[in-house]
C-alpha cells in the first residue's frame, strides 16, 4: 500500500493550497483518512481527519480555514487550505487505513511553506 501526498509548495499568508493524498496497492477502499501536520522541533499533530461515514475532526488551531473531503472512487483525500498563516509552514502527512486492513499507513509528506 502507497500513499502519495501532492499540492505542496510555497504560498503567501492569506493564500490557499488544496493537498491530495492518493492511495494504490490495495484493493480495500480507504476507511480513515487523516492529514497530520510536523514543523521543525514540533511533534507530528493532527490536521483533520474523516471516517468513511464522513464524520471529520479538525485541530482546534484550523478554525474553519481548512476542509478536508475524499473521493472514494479515486481513493484519494484532500485537504483545501485557506487563510494560511506562517504557523501553517510544516510538512504534511497522510495517514489511512483500508478497509478490514488494521494497519495505519502514512505518505512520504509533502512540505507546505507559508512565506511573504
Known amino acids: 500500500v502507497q500513499l502519495v501526498e501532492s499540492g505542496g509548495g510555497s504560498v503567501q499568508p492569506g493564500g490557499s493550497l488544496r493537498l491530495s493524498c492518493t492511495a494504490s496497492?490495495?484493493?480495500?477502499?480507504?476507511?480513515?483518512v487523516g492529514w497530520y501536520r510536523q514543523a521543525p522541533g514540533k511533534e507530528r499533530e493532527l490536521v483533520a481527519a474523516?471516517?468513511?461515514?464522513?464524520?471529520?475532526n479538525y485541530g482546534d488551531y484550523v478554525q474553519g480555514r481548512f476542509t478536508i473531503s475524499r473521493d472514494n472512487a479515486k481513493n484519494t483525500a484532500y485537504l483545501q487550505m485557506n487563510m494560511v498563516k506562517s504557523d501553517d509552514t510544516a510538512v504534511y502527512y497522510c495517514?489511512?487505513?483500508?478497509?478490514?486492513?488494521?494497519?495505519?499507513?502514512w505518505g512520504q509528506g509533502t512540505q507546505v511553506t507559508v512565506s511573504s
Open positions: 496497492g490495495s484493493t480495500l477502499s480507504m476507511n480513515y
Open positions: 474523516i471516517t468513511s461515514r464522513g464524520t471529520v
Open positions: 495517514n489511512a487505513r483500508f478497509g478490514t486492513d488494521a494497519n495505519y499507513y
